[in-house]
């Protein structure tokens, strides 16, 4: 019996699954069970459209459909939760299965908070990440860099540490680093993320740590709900998916990885954070770049915490309405209403037509404000800051200044006795 908390190689005994899989297929063949077994009513993923830089969400009925889907899409950098909320009615009536990277599984669980999704009719499998490719950048970076036309790729893999691509007459790898260097490589919000195994779903799957035979052929699996353990178990019994205990050498070297891969997120958030420089010079900054706003609302509407019926940017009493750029009111209101809980998925940034760093300027926010508080956004159903306030810890705060005013010490309060 598979548990919670166990840890699995597994692949498909599905031979067309395993022709198009990333690695072992262990994603899209427990998705085709789910579908057969009527665990989930349809499974939300992410699949090749045009070409390998369009990636399209796909909402799939079909068992015999999901082979499509398997494959891995570094250049998708969308967000699928919000996507539930708005077409399919936050999965109230449906049960849906969706495959979630990290940024995806925190903006579940945001929304969920703000009853904008019903989780229990969500089942999410995960996928390590380590970072996604803004598509016309990868482009961009394939032509400049590996100078080989972007058209003739036909695939592209992130493995130990180099963006790999193959094409007709070749392969190349670059590492990420001195792409990174050179201004391509991943998206800033993705250098700057820690969510690099999202155990707050049911399943996490990935590579790192399959090693030996396997490696490339099995998935890892790490089991992080009983919902997940179920699924597993019953698709092994079905004879869809086969498993054995990992490597232990692999467990090890997994561990490091991720260990390795949050360090260098933080040495990112350092260097970010210090470019946008300290006191007045940063609000000169902020306010700078974002007096180049066209108020499209794009970044209010791809959000996973903006929920709001009608947004207090929208009201002519805060935000002038017929004038461009809006009032740095818009912004400050943007600030004021996410930053306690933004998981950093970048949509804002990724989508702002004036190209205005929207996801760095919250994130630094946010950082602070976790700092301050202890809150993680994104990981439980921990309740927003400003909806739930405890008296116990609003004293606490207050005396932690060592006065009976909020004027000071509040950035350095005295220290406990
Ligand atoms: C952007 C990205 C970065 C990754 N980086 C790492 C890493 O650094 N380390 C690691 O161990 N694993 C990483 N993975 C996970 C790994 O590549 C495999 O997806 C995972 O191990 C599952 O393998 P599989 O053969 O079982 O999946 P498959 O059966 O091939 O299924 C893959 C699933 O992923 C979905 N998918 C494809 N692209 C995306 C996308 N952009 N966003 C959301 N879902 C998507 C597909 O729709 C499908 O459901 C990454 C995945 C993605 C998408
Ligand atoms: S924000 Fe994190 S989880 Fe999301 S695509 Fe980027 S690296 Fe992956
Ligand atoms: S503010 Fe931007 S980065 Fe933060 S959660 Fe919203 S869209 Fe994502
Ligand atoms: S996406 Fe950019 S231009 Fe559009 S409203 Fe947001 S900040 Fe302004």
Redesign the pocket.
Known sequence: MTKKGDMLY?W?NDAE?QK??????????L?KHALESKTVDAVL???KGKDLYD?KP?LVTDPAQLAN??????????L?PKLIKKYFGGAETMKIGV???GC?AMAFYELAKRKQINLDNIFM?G??????VSPVLARKMIADKYEVDPDTVHKE??DKGQFIIEYEGGHKGITVDELEEHGYGRRSNCRRCKM?VPRQADLA?????VIGPRAGKA??VEVCSEKGANLVDSAVKKGILATEAPNPKGLEIRGK?EGA?IKLGEKWRGKDFTGLGEGKDRLKKIMTETSRCIKCYSCISACPICYCVDCTTKNPVYVKSGTVPPDFMFHLIRFAHIADSCVNCGQCQELCPSEIPNALFMHAQQVELEKMFGHVPGVSMELPLHAFVEERSERARLSNTGSDMIYENVFNPVPKK
Request: charged share 10%; net charge neutral.
């Open positions: 597994a498909t699954i198009k899989a990333e690695l072992g297929g262990a994603v899209t063949s998705w993923v992410i699949s990636a796909t889907t398997a494959g891995s899409l570094h250049c998708g950098t969308l699928l495959t979630v990277k995806d499998i996928v390590n990440c380590g970072g996604s893999e992130i690099k799957c990935g590579n790192w740590g998935t890892f990885v891969m």
